[in-house]
């Protein structure tokens, strides 16, 4: 039997961490993430993992020291926030290429200035093709979930990249809600234990990482690791399956919530998708046909499947909680409509920029993005203004 | 496992991963060097100064502690060893 529990994100973000049992924590706090290390310290402190937590000096160090603990041969994670996770930048980068399946709990948070510490996507997207695996969750169900699959996915041996698993700061990670819990003894025969085939504390088979990479070789390790993200689509949807044998809880790319015989449909990811589900249960319910898709694994991006999801659409509002400062759109947008675009369906397509800095988003604000499909729908012309605003003030 | 330039991207180690111990030799740091040291031999007293102070161990010793000439795979082009040749028997000579 499962346990039923009442837990904030965070909380259950660091109990998911404390039944994976990592063999290294490596983290320095920042804001809406600080808990996930404060906890996780307390059950170093109490005994009940046998993890080596270190208490790093800043983000940067707090990746260092993962990537060195990972190279080693443990399983190492941390957990950071928007600028935390800008510091960390570099080393983001080192891990991936190194290819150490890293895990990290991302608590989204607006990437300064001005100074912000509420929710927003603009830290997850500054790292969007850091070659890391990126997975979005609705509420603190979800979050514990994607972490209790996260080992799985990452350390496959045709995968091999680190995993960020995203949660809305303080929306979820400080929210309360019920949630399921996996007992210890199964979450720990679910996630296994890390095997790696090459790790430089095995004397037996001498090991050099990260060496001078020139003209003759990067591009190839590059390319190498693209395809490592492309074999991570069929390794995600085969942990899901497990995941589902294990909890019964389905997961996959992306949720369809009554997309099927919708006419028009809002994409986005995280804690939206849950007012998002409120208001087309309510739309629904005066006949008017909207759907939701809701995504969970950003990266690797499943380009064909979500324009096969949403080709039979006669619009879609594409919703980014990160404004790209490029005159063209958020990335949710941009790798949409090229999606659209590559698998040839044409489905009218609006951008919203929204819920910037922690601006709360309501169930009106959605209704509005459905009725301005409903308008797109019935419009011969092209989308006019495909680039837009929700909820900012706006003199006209 | 041998890797070299024309060996295929899904043939490769992950992240450049050097999954073998002992073959820093067969980096060839000479590639590196825009001058080279010449040693003329006619000059040389076999006082024992340069070799010691070579960071990439490229003038070859024999077993009677004499130099030989250098290994230019090896050789940067530092030029150490022409700084501390009290003998003129080093000249370092742009390639």
């Known amino acids: ?396 | 496992m041998e890797i070299n330039p024309n060996t295929p991207y899904n043939k490769i180690t992950i992240g450049g991963n050097i999954c073998e111990a002992g073959n820093a030799k067969n980096f060839k740091t000479g590639d590196w060097r825009s001058v080279a040291p010449k040693w003329i031999e006619e000059n040389c007293k076999q006082c024992g100064l340069c070799f010691p102070v070579c960071p990439e161990d490229a003038i070859p010793v024999t077993k009677e502690q004499k130099r030989t000439d250098y290994d230019y795979d090896a050789c940067k082009g530092c030029g150490i060893c022409a700084k501390v040749c009290p003998f003129k028997a080093i000249e370092m000579k742009e390639e």
């Open chain 1, 1 to 396: 039997m499962s346990i039923r529990e009442r837990l904030s994100g965070n909380e259950a973000t660091a109990l998911g961490m404390k039944q994976i049992n990592p063999d290294v924590v490596a983290a320095f706090p920042i804001t809406p993430s600080t808990e996930i290390p404060q906890y996780f310290s307390t059950f170093v402190s109490n005994g009940s993992v046998d993890t080596e937590f270190v208490a790093v000096e800043s983000e940067h160090s707090a990746m260092s020291a993962c990537i060195g603990a990972e190279a080693a041969g443990a399983r190492a994670m941390t957990a950071t926030s928007s600028n935390g996770l800008a510091l960390m930048w570099e080393m983001v980068n080192i891990a991936s290429s190194l290819r150490l399946p890293i895990v990290m709990a991302l608590v989204n948070r607006a990437i300064s200035g001005p100074l912000n510490i509420h929710c927003d996507h603009s830290d997850a997207m500054g790292v969007r093709d850091a070659g890391w695996i990126m997975l979005f969750s609705e509420n603190n169900q979800e979050a514990y979930d994607n972490l209790i699959m996260a080992h799985r996915i990452a350390e496959h041996k045709e995968v091999l990249l680190p995993l960020m698993v995203c949660q809305d700061g303080f929306i979820t990670s400080h929210s309360i809600e019920n949630i399921e819990l996996i007992e210890d003894d199964k979450v720990k025969a679910f996630v296994g234990k890390y095997e790696p085939k090459d790790y430089l504390l095995n004397k037996k088979n001498p090991l050099s990482i990260g060496p001078l990479d020139l003209q003759a070789y990067l591009f190839e390790h590059k390319a190498a690791e693209a395809d490592a993200m492309r074999n991570a689509k069929k390794v995600i949807l085969e942990v899901a399956d497990d995941f589902e044998k294990l909890t019964g809880r389905k997961y996959s790319f992306f949720e369809e919530y009554k997309l099927e015989d919708a006419e028009v449909a809002i994409i986005c990811m995280n804690s939206t998708a849950g007012t998002a589900k409120a208001t087309v249960d309510e739309l629904r319910d005066k006949g008017v046909k909207v759907g939701l898709l809701k995504l969970r694994v950003f990266r690797p991006f499943p380009a064909e499947e979500i324009a096969n999801a949403i080709a039979h659409l006669k619009a879609v509002a594409i919703l980014d909680r990160a404004d790209s400062l490029n005159a063209v759109g958020g990335v949710l947008f941009q790798d949409i409509t090229s999606a659209l675009y590559v698998n040839n369906k044409n489905v009218k397509a609006v951008n919203y920029i929204y819920g910037i800095g922690g601006r709360d988003t309501k169930m009106d604000d959605l209704e509005k993005v459905y009725n301005d499909l409903l308008e797109i729908k019935d419009s011969e012309n092209k989308v006019e203004n495909p680039y837009r605003y929700l909820g900012l003030r706006k003199e006209d």
